[in-house]
């Protein structure tokens, strides 16, 4: 798709706070003027890292954007409608060490109906390499660009113009921006920096470079939140890799710079107050846990769910009976029909009374797909050291149209 309306300038420097408004205006235009436009969004299930890693490039992007490119106006786009946002307590606490509020974050609900589509826009994706359902239908043919830390799906052109084509394992997602915006995000500090100018959109405009530290700031420590809880603060075992602990040391070094910032920085701190937010779910029912951070897709034609859960597996089913409806495994059922789903997983990580980290997979399947089921289940025994669990309240008989496999971590 190709327009020749891109009479937009470049963001100038400000607070995230101030690009999420300008963001979402430029998105307005696009919707019913036809500018051309960018949108960066995560994946479906719309966690902390598709947040963090979107929210980072198109703000980068949107100060200094690359020449000759489709756009300079970039768009960060969260996976969920606005209404998914109470189920990510987390959401709201980084939010608040970044100075902006919840409800200007950019959902689904900011975009066209499905009957009138955008008609010049670009996607970069970050934290997925393959845009999926209605917007996968309505948009693939448009993605170019791409920020990811899973399997490769082939999905994404080679060649991707001036956007990055990035598939590379790591703990976070994020820390893959990082590497990325670095230069960009380097030289708009020190510009800002030399001139002591920044400028205000709808914001007090103002001439201290100490307000572009605080800013550096707030954007380093939003960044941050998602490296350090997806990495366990650096210490999940297999998981870190060189460019999550660079991306710390960088993004810490953010932090140091502003006076304001520095003396009150503590990273194990930080950590707890984040990681403690996400955990919080005790708020939600359990339908919500189960979509809080929630992925579906086809294979082959059968669809497939998986919810990621923070907590252990007697967690929700204690919370499937303090609800007084049905029990945990006909809730579980509801789930799966709702979605017309073959095979749903639930995987938890939790730490024990021991304060031993331990995870928990739960795998149910409809009669036809219990051999498929079956064989990932035991396959995933053997690759990742699970051993058989008993959950209480948890029938593990098989039952006239599903098959039941429950696997938790074993520890050694």
């Given at each position: 798709?190709?327009?020749?309306?891109t009479?937009?300038?470049?963001?100038?420097?400000?607070?995230?706070?101030?690009?999420l408004?300008?963001?979402?205006?430029n998105?307005?235009?696009?919707?019913?003027?036809?500018?051309?436009?960018?949108?960066?969004i995560?994946?479906?299930?719309?966690d902390?890292d598709?947040?963090?890693?979107?929210?980072?490039?198109?703000y980068?992007?949107?100060?200094?954007?690359?020449?000759?490119?489709?756009?300079?106006?970039?768009?960060?786009?969260?996976?969920?409608?606005?209404?998914g946002?109470?189920?990510?307590?987390?959401?709201?606490?980084?939010c608040?060490?970044a100075?902006?509020?919840?409800?200007?974050?950019?959902?689904l609900?900011?975009?066209?109906?499905?009957s009138?589509?955008?008609?010049?826009?670009?996607?970069?994706?970050?934290?997925?390499?393959?845009?999926?359902?209605?917007?996968?239908?309505?948009y693939?043919?448009?993605?170019?660009?791409?920020i990811d830390h899973?399997?490769?799906?082939?999905?994404?052109?080679?060649?991707?113009?001036?956007e990055?084509?990035?598939?590379?394992?790591?703990?976070s997602?994020?820390?893959l921006?990082?590497?990325?915006?670095k230069?960009a995000?380097?030289?708009?500090s020190?510009?800002?920096?030399?001139?002591?100018?920044?400028?205000?959109?709808g914001?007090?405009?103002?001439d201290?470079?100490?307000?572009?530290?605080?800013?550096?700031?707030?954007?380093?420590?939003?960044?941050?939140?998602?490296?350090?809880?997806?990495?366990?603060?650096?210490?999940?075992?297999?998981?870190?890799?060189?460019?999550?602990?660079?991306?710390?040391?960088?993004?810490?070094?953010?932090?140091q710079?502003?006076?304001?910032?520095a003396?009150?920085w503590?990273?194990?701190?930080?950590?707890?107050?984040?990681?403690?937010?996400?955990?919080?779910?005790?708020?939600?029912?359990?339908?919500e846990v189960?979509?809080?951070?929630?992925?579906?897709?086809?294979?082959?034609?059968?669809?497939?769910g998986?919810?990621?859960?923070?907590?252990?597996?007697?967690f929700?089913v204690?919370?499937?009976?303090?609800?007084?409806?049905?029990?945990?495994?006909?809730?579980?059922?509801?789930?799966?029909?709702?979605?017309?789903?073959?095979?749903?997983?639930?995987?938890?990580?939790s730490?024990?009374s021991?304060?031993?980290?331990?995870?928990?997979?739960?795998?149910?399947?409809?009669?036809?797909?219990?051999?498929?089921?079956?064989?990932?289940?035991e396959?995933?025994?053997?690759?990742?050291?699970?051993?058989?669990?008993?959950?209480?309240?948890?029938?593990?008989q098989?039952?006239?149209?599903?098959?039941?496999?429950?696997?938790?971590?074993?520890?050694?």
């Amino acid at each position: 798709m190709s327009s020749n309306k891109t009479t937009q300038m470049a963001f100038p420097r400000n607070s995230l706070r101030a690009f999420l408004q300008h963001a979402k205006t430029n998105l307005v235009k696009a919707v019913h003027e036809e500018h051309n436009i960018n949108i960066v969004i995560g994946n479906e299930s719309a966690d902390l890292d598709s947040l963090t890693s979107s929210l980072l490039y198109a703000y980068i992007k949107s100060i200094a954007p690359p020449r000759n490119n489709f756009s300079p106006i970039y768009v960060p786009l969260l996976n969920i409608p606005a209404s998914g946002l109470r189920l990510r307590p987390e959401f709201s606490a980084v939010c608040a060490h970044a100075n902006i509020a919840i409800d200007r974050l950019i959902t689904l609900d900011d975009l066209p109906s499905q009957s009138r589509l955008l008609k010049s826009v670009r996607w970069i994706l970050v934290d997925h390499n393959k845009l999926q359902g209605d917007l996968g239908d309505q948009y693939s043919s448009e993605v170019l660009g791409v920020i990811d830390h899973h399997e490769e799906e082939n999905a994404v052109p080679q060649n991707t113009d001036s956007e990055p084509r990035v598939i590379e394992k790591c703990g976070s997602c994020t820390s893959l921006v990082v590497r990325e915006c670095k230069s960009a995000w380097d030289s708009i500090s020190s510009s800002s920096l030399s001139t002591g100018a920044a400028h205000g959109q709808g914001e007090v405009a103002v001439d201290d470079s100490a307000v572009t530290q605080v800013w550096d700031a707030q954007v380093a420590k939003m960044a941050l939140a998602s490296i350090l809880v997806d990495t366990a603060n650096l210490t999940a075992p297999g998981k870190v890799e060189h460019v999550d602990r660079d991306s710390v040391d960088y993004l810490e070094a953010k932090i140091q710079l502003s006076p304001k910032d520095a003396k009150s920085w503590n990273r194990d701190r930080y950590y707890k107050d984040i990681d403690e937010a996400k955990r919080d779910i005790s708020s939600l029912s359990l339908t919500e846990v189960l979509i809080k951070d929630y992925k579906g897709w086809t294979e082959s034609g059968t669809k497939l769910g998986i919810s990621s859960v923070v907590k252990p597996l007697e967690f929700l089913v204690q919370k499937a009976g303090e609800e007084n409806k049905s029990s945990f495994e006909d809730q579980l059922q509801h789930f799966m029909d709702e979605r017309d789903l073959s095979m749903f997983a639930i995987m938890t990580t939790s730490t024990s009374s021991e304060g031993e980290f331990q995870r928990e997979l739960l795998l149910q399947a409809r009669s036809s797909s219990s051999s498929s089921a079956i064989k990932f289940a035991e396959q995933g025994a053997s690759d990742f050291q699970l051993e058989i669990l008993n959950i209480k309240g948890v029938s593990i008989q098989d039952k006239p149209g599903q098959h039941w496999k429950k696997y938790g971590y074993r520890k050694t």
